[in-house]
């Protein structure tokens, strides 16, 4: 175990990353016009590169696959909206490099084509994949792929733009809620080609009229429907079908296509079709599409949205939708790349939850019934990635969505008979807790049934329920001949055992609000089981057989993955426990042996034999590419050392995004907003460690003054004095004009509007916020047990 000492070495935390030169990341008119607004320099591409560092990268991936980026997305589209139109320049039909079916992977070279709407989680899914194509073309899965410019890819909140230089076209991308809007500027040709395709699963493609593309996907129900109606601003005379050979397996090859000259409709894999103009220099066509339960709605939705052909219009519409939310926070100070990826991030932040249907719309419920929206319904929140931080900033900034967002889950709840979840955890109470802890108004006893099976009915979607439930902790069956890490079919014991304890606070303090106190002491109970999977002898938290042993062989910087922990080591899970940091402190050994294991988790070297692929993103032993951590740079807050939260903070956001030679790269995967979200609120000085909590942890804010409107009309303004790359430390605090020395606070504090003013200096300030007293609450207090 490291000794206190170990400061000395987190000291060059402090040290501010080289800065990349402006020009290569970002126009020269931003560097220049710092008073822009945040619509304006918001990059949709950050997000989609990876970190190019070793010393952050660590030994991720394995050999023969790309680095995780953040597998965001630059494409057009409006705030949660399903819709997006959106480059493709992954080829997932032939290859799986990224985990999850990302569609676009910044440093990829070529463009394989353009979806618009018909999504599912992650753009991959999207379809048709529609394509300009210049001469020759190869039918899908091969497609036709086409050199792009990357100095002449433009991405901005609502529009896309790249330049094919294979084919000499450019391509405009643009949104509305429910439809995209695409431009095709073609040079002069005797076959400009348009290719739109469905995916492996297939369906069916027809030709109805000369103008006009319509077809239904085989593939699970996307988000807008499976039904897509494609409108072309210009009538096509030669045409044609294709799809991928009945009983083929390879996927492509010559030969293996059904191509039909002037035949309307095809149907199969890959089903598609093709439309060949004779075009002059800079002629245009432009192709609107808008997806839905039918094809009546899609038709319906595309005559509301795009009646005519204005792509000028539309952008312009989309720009302002954008301007409306991110105008909600304003930021002064700071360098200009750190606004920049202040407003990109705060854009990926919506990536999450999707709209399925408006108020009054047509939508398809979870049991695949066509129902009618009595409000905005929404998709699944990823309860284990934006559960953990990104419903807070939804809740400080769009109350009004999170309610509708609440009863779109709680009627997936009805529908379903449990509450939605995700991974290894049951974290939909955390969303709901959060809320109510925030004032927004939502029938919160309504719900309470459906929190409360997922946690007590071993059928439900809680795994190994009755085994936690029995004794207390899950155990792992440890794989033959225990091979080495990672292992894939794994209970994740330990991690779920913890991730359950931590969901189980929360419907404690639930239960507790709503006076039912035999569920509150049963949850109370349960939610001590995170000590359960603690092994005093090494200091770690450790995977159990079923007869309670210790799993041996064990190594806590090995990324198990789903072998006890869940995507992450020994480490990384030692820490999540975020309702009760001062019961693991305890746990620990005490507030100094705390501090000097946490100070040994962000310095010992990450030298794992095994290999995670989501583990990028390193400080130590800390992995920012993966949830199960993130929080822990804030633990010093607890332990009387807020200055080393204040220096992590600062090192995070600098080295883990944007650090890479395109400026655009994350540590991980994004996970539909969660690492977006880490950056926005850690940028503005705190950070929800316990998204059920209505804590904040202050950590250490970047610009000089964030004026944040709230629900309600009310304001949080942040002034931060003396702030610069050097001058990282709080030396004090006052909250509206009192003077201020914990370092945290709650909602109840700037829930009527409030400001927080910092002043910062080069040196920490070791009394601020240090005292024993100051400590937040945690569950071992008897004031964190209801709060």
């Not at 409108?231 to 799809?243: L, Q």
Request: a neutral charge.
């Amino acid at each position: 175990m490291a000794s206190i000492d170990k400061w000395s070495e987190l000291r060059s935390l402090a040290s501010p990353c080289a800065i990349l030169l402006m020009a290569t990341t970002m126009p020269a008119a931003i560097a220049q016009a710092p008073s822009l607004r945040g619509v304006d320099i918001a990059n949709p591409l950050v997000g989609t590169a990876p970190l190019d560092r070793q010393e952050l990268i660590g030994n991720a991936p394995p050999p023969g696959e790309p680095v995780y980026s953040g597998q965001t997305s630059p494409g057009a589209r409006l705030p949660h909206s399903s819709v997006e139109a959106a480059p493709m320049n992954n080829n997932i039909a032939l290859t799986y490099p990224n985990g999850v079916p990302t569609p676009y992977y910044y440093t990829n070279p070529t463009m394989i084509g353009f979806t618009g709407g018909g999504g599912q989680t992650y753009g991959g899914n999207a379809e048709p994949v529609i394509m300009p194509v210049v001469g020759d073309w190869s039918a899908a899965p091969a497609y036709s792929q086409a050199y792009y410019d990357k100095t002449r890819e433009v991405a901005a909140p609502g529009y896309y733009s790249v330049y094919l230089d294979s084919f000499k076209t450019k391509v405009e991308l643009t949104a509305t809620r429910w439809a995209s809007l695409m431009q095709f500027s073609f040079p002069q040709s005797e076959r400009s080609n348009i290719l739109l395709n469905l995916l492996g699963h297939g369906g069916t493609i027809e030709l109805i009229d000369d103008h006009s593309i319509r077809g239904i996907s085989k593939g699970r129900e996307s988000i807008d429907g499976r039904y897509f109606v494609a409108e072309f601003s210009r009538p096509f005379t030669k045409f044609g079908t294709f799809r991928r050979s009945p009983g083929d397996d390879r996927g492509w090859g010559i030969g293996n296509k059904d191509v039909a000259p002037a035949s309307r409709s095809i149907e199969g894999d890959y089903a598609g079709a093709y439309v060949t103009y004779q075009t002059r220099p800079g002629d245009k066509v432009l192709v609107r599409m808008a997806h839905g339960t039918s094809y009546e709605q899609a038709t319906r939705r595309l005559r509301q949205e795009l009646p005519g052909w204005d792509f000028s219009a539309v952008r312009t519409a989309a720009r302002s939708a954008w301007d409306r939310l991110l105008g909600r926070v304003q930021v002064s100070g700071g360098t200009a790349k750190q606004r920049s990826l202040f407003y990109s991030t705060l854009f990926q932040s919506f990536a999450s939850p999707r709209l399925i249907a408006q108020k009054g719309e047509r939508f398809t419920d979870s049991n695949g019934k066509v129902q009618v929206a009595t409000h905005d319904r929404y998709g699944p929140v990823p309860f284990w990635d934006t559960g953990r931080n990104q419903i807070v900033l939804l809740a400080l900034m769009e109350p009004d969505v999170v309610q509708d967002i609440m009863q779109s889950e709680y009627e997936m709840a009805q529908e379903k008979g449990y509450m939605n979840t995700s991974f290894h955890g049951d974290n939909a109470v955390f969303l709901y807790l959060g809320a109510w802890k925030r004032g927004i108004p939502f029938d919160y006893a309504g719900v309470w049934p459906y929190l409360r099976k997922n946690a007590t009915d071993p059928k439900g979607p809680r795994d190994y329920l009755a085994e936690y439930d029995r004794q207390g902790w899950i155990a792992d069956i440890v794989p033959q001949g225990n091979p080495s890490p990672p292992y894939a079919g794994g209970k994740a014991g330990a991690a779920t055992t913890l991730e359950y304890a931590w969901d189980d606070h929360a419907l404690a303090d639930y239960a507790g609000r709503l006076g039912k106190t035999e569920d509150q002491h049963r949850f109370l109970q349960r939610a001590g089981n995170y000590a359960n999977v603690f092994d005093q002898l090494t200091g770690f938290v450790r995977g159990r057989t079923a007869d309670g042993k210790w799993i041996a062989p064990f190594d806590p910087q090995e990324p198990y993955y789903n072998f006890m922990m869940k995507e992450a080591s020994g480490w990384s899970t030692l820490w999540l426990a975020p309702h009760d940091v001062k019961g693991l402190m305890t746990l620990l050994g005490g507030r100094e042996a705390f501090n000097a294991k946490l100070d040994a988790f962000f310095s010992t070297p990450y030298t794992p034999k095994g290999i995670c692929r989501d583990c990028t993103g390193l400080i130590g032993q800390y992995v920012h590419g993966n949830q199960p951590d993130q929080q822990v740079p804030y633990y010093y807050d607890w332990s009387g050392q807020p200055w080393k939260t204040q220096a992590l903070v600062r090192r995070i956001l600098n080295d883990m995004y944007g650090s890479d030679a395109a400026g655009y790269g994350y540590a991980g995967m994004d996970d539909q907003g969660a690492t977006s979200s880490w950056y926005v609120m850690s940028a503005m000085g705190f950070y929800p460690v316990d998204p059920s909590s209505d804590v904040y942890m202050i950590g250490s804010p970047i610009f000089d003054h964030v004026r944040l409107e709230m629900g309600g009309g009310k304001l949080l303004e942040i002034d931060a004095r003396n702030n610069s790359a050097a001058n990282i430390y709080i030396q004090s605090m006052t909250l509206n004009g009192k003077r201020w020395t914990k370092p945290w606070f709650r909602h109840a504090d700037i829930k009527n509007g409030a400001r927080i003013s910092f002043v910062m200096g080069p040196k920490p300030n070791r009394t601020w916020g240090s005292a024993p007293a100051a400590m937040a609450p945690s569950m071992s207090d008897a004031a964190g047990r209801g709060e």
